[in-house]
């Protein structure tokens, strides 16, 4: 599908990690990790063009402080004509847990459903819904594993046998492969030291006759944090890694510091996109970029 979208630089000048997009008819709503702060939760932006945003204000309802003060990467799906959000919140680095909100509208207020869709998970976040052909829904996300070659965080996904449910049989997707998907070396965790290494940020696209997946790896504190793909023939996978010497769909070079956390839409004329954060120059605030994407029989391109 031709994609004539043309953006530089990011597309939005304040801080908006972890950013997903929705496209609702000819509107986009962004939807992404903010500035800690007081009331509610996640920063919402609406576009008509994918390049100028419109702030639409915060749009989760905050829970009670008990469930945590750490808000992480919302993601919106659209079923029986509601809006549906995943997330994860927790204490920092201690119980993470995924959870559902729901709204009328997709700029809120989203109202959490009292339910944590992943009591038996150490840790748990960045939640991707994602509706396959036969209009059946999987939840993708992140977890902490403690064995194989490489602990760390690792890609999970499980079926949604409902919007507030779990079959509560998660399967492994992708466990990290390469040195630098190293998040810390000799990082204490669980009681024990690792050489802790990192996927997170799935997103999952049907293209070409089988399923392509972005995700992000290393470290999000640093500029070696970048962007890879898999695909597969079902979105339970197996799933493979882009072939040896590919290379990173994304990773710093001297217009982008540490990309990574992408989502996928499209645009008006059916074009793919991949929208991601990168680190300002100064490494203080990441900033929602917005690029053409392109599946071809070789793996996937940026343009």
């Not at 982008?256 to 956390?261: K, N, Q, S, V, Y």
Request: proline share 8%; aromatic share 14%.
């Amino acid at each position: 599908m031709p994609n004539t979208l043309a953006i530089t630089g990011p597309v939005y000048g304040d801080y908006f990690a972890d950013p997903f997009v929705l496209r609702v008819g000819d509107q986009y709503f962004a939807y992404g990790t903010g500035v800690a702060s007081p009331g509610p939760v996640f920063e919402t932006l609406s576009s008509a063009d994918l390049k100028t945003w419109t702030p639409r204000g915060r749009c989760l309802v905050r829970l009670d402080a008990g469930a945590g003060d750490e808000y992480w990467a919302p993601e919106v799906a659209v079923f029986d004509n509601a809006y549906w959000m995943y997330y994860s919140v927790g204490h920092g680095i201690s119980g993470h847990h995924l959870r559902v909100a729901r709204a009328e509208n997709p700029i809120g207020p989203f109202i959490d459903q009292g339910v944590n869709l992943t009591p038996r998970e150490m840790f748990a976040i960045d939640p991707h819904p994602f509706q396959d052909r036969d209009g059946s829904w999987y939840l993708y996300y992140a977890r902490d594993v403690l064995d194989g070659d490489r602990p760390g965080t690792h890609l999970a996904v499980d079926r949604l046998v409902s919007v507030t449910q779990l079959a509560g049989d998660p399967v492994e997707v992708l466990a990290p492969y390469a040195d630098w998907q190293l998040f810390a070396a000799d990082r204490r965790m669980y009681g024990s030291v690792y050489q802790w290494h990192t996927l997170e940020g799935p997103t999952v696209v049907y293209r070409s006759g089988r399923y392509w997946m972005t995700f992000s790896g290393g470290s999000w504190e640093g500029d070696g944090y970048g962007v890879a793909w898999a695909t597969a023939e079902h979105p339970l996978g197996p799933w493979a890694y882009a072939p040896e010497g590919t290379g990173r769909l994304l990773e710093t070079t001297g217009e982008l510091i540490g990309p990574g956390h992408s989502s996928l839409t499209t645009t008006r004329e059916g074009g793919d996109v991949i929208v991601f954060h990168a680190w300002d120059t100064g490494m203080a605030n990441r900033l929602m970029h917005v690029r053409p994407i392109f599946f071809g029989p070789d793996g996937p391109r940026i343009g």
